[in-house]
Nanobody, 124 residues
């Protein structure tokens, strides 16, 4: 029903910035809460940030708060994750996810739709 495709990952150095995009196709994009998760090699998937359908409410993991900004453009059916002051600890595959339930949750099991992921690598 809803397809999500991430892009914008790459190889950067400590302190650099990167913006990820999540392009959605399908109906009622503006009804979904959207979130970003990340998974480092050999680690469990972790919450990064979430945004409600209107874009007026956001939640961030403590490890990225103040450095990352989640946003959305409902006219373009796109969500973004602006990542500033990147650190090696940010290295992971980043996934976008969507939830029609209405909550801005940090629990991955809430989200019904997932993208394929985009790799972010931060070197020292």
């Amino acid at each position: 029903q809803l397809q999500l495709v991430e892009s914008g990952g790459g190889l950067v150095q400590t302190g650099d910035s990167l913006r990820l995009s999540c392009i959605a196709s399908g109906l009622t994009f503006s009804s979904y809460a959207l979130a970003w998760f990340r998974q480092a090699p050999g680690k469990e998937r972790k919450f990064v940030a979430a945004i409600n359908p209107s874009g007026g409410r956001t939640n961030y993991a403590g490890s990225v708060e103040g450095r990352f900004t989640i946003s959305r453009d409902n006219d373009r059916n796109t969500a973004y994750l602006q990542m500033n002051n990147l650190k090696p600890e940010d290295t992971a595959v980043y996934y976008c996810a969507a939830d029609l339930g209405g909550y801005v949750s940090n629990w991955d099991q809430v989200y019904e739709y997932w993208g394929q992921g985009t790799q972010v690598t931060v070197s020292s």
